[in-house]
């Protein structure tokens, strides 16, 4: 990807074009919990086959805290949107946090589906499918495909109690086709952090989801 040409979303004549990428980063107490996290997937995507410029990253670190220092007293448990257009030019700003309502892992597959496609055009999926299956805890990507943010998170706290990982990239079409049937699903989503499948929840996706609590809790202590 060439030069960018950065804006704000509350700049006046600025206009983007149609979005080419769009990520959408829960806020906590007007923080960004998973900052580091996200801004390293961000330089991992592609757009138009290239890869994310270090000006767009670099442009992105810094529009965070100024995005948050503006905009974040209506909606400090928000979400922070940033959003990018086919011309390359991008804007960040904050809205409201709407929760995702309950779902079963059939509409969690669905979710990761619909996100797995946009991973096939700039290389990082936003929401990604886990599974427990024989006490390791799966995920539905490709080996050696970059994680998003929130499944980063996921990652190492599997890591830090001695949980076993693996990738699989077809995990998606056995839990849809009923090939596999895991003893527990949950999806790690960038904009909703860990929800655990109605019908297939288990210890394992209730401790990470909270952890994941835990972990926007602190936000607040440290304003």
Not at 116 to 145: F, H, I, K, M, S
Not at 198 to 207: K, L, P, V
Request: aromatic content about 4%; charged content about 25%; glycine content about 8%.
């Amino acid at each position: 990807m060439g030069d960018v040409n950065v804006g704000s979303a509350e700049m006046r004549n600025f206009k983007l074009g149609t979005p080419a990428l769009v990520c959408r980063w829960r806020l906590a107490s007007g923080r960004l919990p998973l900052e580091n996290r996200h801004l390293r997937a961000l330089s991992r995507r592609v757009l138009d086959d290239e890869p994310v410029s270090p000006q767009l990253i670099a442009w992105a670190k810094q529009h965070v805290e100024w995005t948050l220092r503006e905009g974040s007293a209506e909606n400090p448990n928000g979400v922070l949107m940033l959003i990018v257009d086919e011309e390359g030019q991008a804007a960040m700003t904050v809205g409201p946090y709407e929760p995702l309502a309950a779902m079963t892992a059939s509409g969690l597959v669905d979710r990761a589906t619909a996100a797995q496609q946009e991973a096939d055009e700039t290389g990082v999926a936003p929401e990604t499918l886990w599974a427990v299956r024989d006490g390791c805890l799966v995920a539905g990507v490709a080996p050696g495909q970059s994680l998003s943010g929130a499944s980063s998170l996921v990652e190492d706290l599997a890591k830090t109690v001695g949980l076993p990982l693996s990738r699989q990239a077809d995990l998606l079409d056995d839990v849809a086709s009923g090939a596999a049937s895991p003893a527990e699903v949950f999806l790690a989503s960038d904009e909703h952090g860990i929800i655990c499948a109605t019908d297939a929840a288990g210890s394992i996706g209730e401790r990470l989801t909270k952890d994941y609590v835990r972990l926007l809790e602190s936000m607040d202590k440290r304003r």
